[in-house]
């Protein structure tokens, strides 16, 4: 469900298309937020991915804009800074996140 609260705060700002194969999942984002295209997409089947995505290239070469989560991770423990401890300002500030997004879901 981090997908669908990543879609409702890009819609504020930008276009959104949505993509599931759930319906309910989809449906429960319209409902969040009417602005988001939703489509039901099964992407193991590639000739439909493709369609949708309108790709121009072969799927390899699709690369993010901005690094994400996990590249931000990684990043931290290569350089080795350590992880935010449990008490610390940071973690609350996640954790505080991290709960929102799991009580939208539900």
């Known amino acids: 469900m981090v997908g669908s609260a990543m879609a409702i705060d890009l819609s504020k700002k930008h276009n959104v298309t949505l ?47 901005k690094p994400g989560l996990w590249d931000n991770i990684r990043a931290k423990k290569a350089s080795g800074k350590p992880m935010a401890k449990k008490g610390s300002k940071a973690y609350k500030s996640a954790k505080k996140a991290g709960d929102k997004i799991n009580k939208e879901d539900k």
């Open 19 to 65: 993509t599931d194969l759930n319906k309910d999942t989809l449906n429960r984002v319209k409902q969040k937020c009417a602005k988001i295209e939703a489509k039901e997409l099964d992407v193991t089947n590639i000739s439909n991915l493709k369609e949708t995505i309108k790709l121009g290239k072969t799927l390899n070469s699709i690369k993010e804009d």
